[in-house]
């Protein structure tokens, strides 16, 4: 099919098995699934500028549908993804604006591929290590004592004494989150999205991969409330983000709605799906996820060909 | 048990199939009359272009969420 936009030969199959593929993540991980659906389209020969901004695009619609339902099942918090949004909007300017000057400088493909790498590896190492530790704990603390079964499912992180550390930052003004138990300070939250926005605007997507682990280890929020409240704030932030990429031309919308088709029905199956797993256990499942990305990038990258 | 896996299999098939089937349709009769206007407005109209964009994109999700679920519904009430 000829995208004329991009001015494009992709097969709409293979648009439409990747959006099923990263629909389902999304549900799942509360993810925009960035790190498999930018490579995906590099690999068939978009440029970095053009695979961002229409992951941005299309991961508007996807989130709409996954947050939906997590917000049926009370997986969102709304206060907490309001205030994000606003951090995340600023990131993802500054995300935009730098994709744009390496446009002019000729050289996004490289240093965006080089980049993406890095941080696809990292974090899948960083989470692995992290779900591990976790799940050791809860098998030394349910050996020790007599442990119930609630306390298999109960969502806990190896990084709780740090969290707790930074909840007791007081600086002003401090904000009060019921759903998620949480008092934090406004310029943590601020600081995580905006950090969140920055990778979106420059790798797209909604930043997930990023913004869920911070959500979980730096605000201490509930896995699976991180999950929900991610894809109801990647609306707002996405929506601002695929604005802003596509005034800069950016965005080629039909290959988004494409992908959308096969995004609408892997969401739902990947939201279904958090109910039967307990949160070090979602995080575990994460793992490859980025890993799968980076891979397809260096393949693009010392290739050269199109997949 | 496995009765009801085989069951929720099979309404999971035909659910992709008939998708399938009103997706190609999509694809065919929407996208390909969309390309020329939405190229137009991509190379003259940036601003307007971005926000048909999003509209485009939120307006297809919620139209997409409204047939998969009325199609989960369907099948699922008949295999049961």
Redesign the interface.
């Given at each position: 099919m000829f995208f004329p936009i991009s001015n494009s030969h992709i097969s709409p199959i293979y648009l439409v098995v990747i959006g099923f593929l990263i629909g389902i993540m999304g549900g799942f991980f509360g993810v925009g699934g960035s790190f498999i659906a930018g490579p995906a389209l590099r690999a068939v020969g978009l440029d970095w500028n053009f695979a961002i901004g229409t992951d941005i695009a299309h991961i508007v619609g996807k989130s709409v549908v996954a947050a939906k339902r997590h917000r049926a099942l009370g997986n969102v918090d709304l206060r907490l993804g309001l205030i994000m949004a606003i951090g995340t909007m600023g990131g993802t300017e500054v995300g935009a604006q730098l994709i744009q000057m390496l446009k002019r400088a000729g050289n996004v493909n490289t240093v965006v591929s080089i980049i993406s790498i890095a941080i696809y590896v990292s974090i899948s190492t960083f989470m692995i290590w992290e779900a591990w530790r976790t799940l050791r704990l809860q098998k030394k603390r349910k050996s020790r004592s007599k442990a119930t079964k609630s306390a298999n499912k109960k969502d806990e992180s190896s990084f709780s004494h740090r969290t707790r550390a930074i909840q007791r930052f007081h600086l002003w003004p401090m904000i009060s989150l019921p759903t998620s138990g949480v008092r934090i300070s406004l310029w943590v939250i601020i600081l995580v999205s905006f950090i969140g926005g920055l990778f979106a605007g420059f790798l797209g997507g909604g930043a997930g991969y990023i913004r869920m682990p911070m959500l979980v280890y730096v605000l201490g929020i509930p896995t699976h409330l991180a999950v929900g409240t991610d894809l109801f704030e990647i609306i707002l932030s996405a929506s601002y983000g695929t604005f802003s990429h596509a005034i800069k031309g950016n965005v080629d919308i039909l290959i988004a709605l494409v992908m959308n088709t096969g995004a609408a029905i892997g969401a739902q199956i990947g939201a279904i799906l958090t109910q039967y797993f307990a949160g070090p256990k979602i995080r575990l499942a994460f793992v490859p996820l980025p890993l799968i990305g980076a891979a397809i990038v260096i393949y693009t990258m010392w290739t050269g060909h199109k997949i | 048990m496995k009765a009801d896996r085989a069951a929720t299999l099979r309404a999971f098939v035909i659910?992709?199939a008939v998708?399938a089937v009103l997706?190609t349709g999509?694809?065919f009769l929407v996208?390909h009359f969309?390309?020329?206007w939405?190229?137009d407005l991509?190379l003259h109209h940036?601003?307007v272009?971005?926000?048909?964009?999003?509209a485009?994109?939120?307006g297809?999700?919620?139209v997409?969420?409204i047939?998969?679920?009325w199609l989960?519904r369907l099948l699922r009430g008949r295999s049961e």
């Open positions: - | 659910e992709l998708y997706v999509y694809f996208l969309l390309s020329g939405l190229q991509h940036a601003m272009y971005a926000l048909v964009a999003i485009l994109v939120i297809q999700a919620v997409l969420e047939v998969t679920t989960f």
